[in-house]
């Protein structure tokens, strides 16, 4: 049972924006969407070692209580997840970007979404999403 008191991480969802450019190539930029609290739970997570690359993959679930029409637009793939936010605002130096992979809705009257995640690093460190 989910209790308001879980809702306790801001995120902000972000929408995906292709455009062309001079070169006919496509660019991805982002638009930001709502900001939302949710519960954030890191779930599995696996080591991988291909061509002597050893990558982490991390499952990362953000629930958030469904509020009015706001998030009936979201979608796999064309969104994603920044986090952690302060206030609303990105922070340059922390920020991570989660692409959403999934989403389930659960809950009866108290209705909720869960927007799986995967955050995946290589050796060298740095977070991709994938």
């Not at 949710?38 to 990558?55: H, M, P, Q, T, W």
């Not at 997840?81 to 990105?90: E, H, S, T």
């Not at 992979?101 to 995946?120: D, K, M, P, S, V």
Request: glycine share 10%; proline share 1%; with cysteine.
């Amino acid at each position: 049972m989910l209790s308001i008191g879980d809702f306790n991480t801001q995120i902000l969802l972000q929408q995906a924006e292709s455009t062309q450019d001079d070169m006919g190539g496509n660019t991805t930029s982002w638009t930001d969407g709502v900001t939302a609290w949710a519960k954030v739970e890191f779930k599995d997570g696996k080591l991988e070692d291909n061509e002597d690359r050893v990558s982490a993959q991390n499952i990362i679930e953000f629930t958030i209580k469904e509020e009015g029409t706001s998030f009936h637009n979201i979608t796999a793939g064309s969104w994603r997840i920044a986090y952690p936010i302060n206030n609303g605002v990105l922070i340059a130096t922390a920020t991570q970007y989660y692409t959403i992979e999934g989403i389930n809705l659960h809950g009866g009257l108290n209705r909720y979404r869960t927007f799986i995640c995967t955050a995946r690093q290589k050796n060298n460190g740095n977070i991709y999403i994938g």
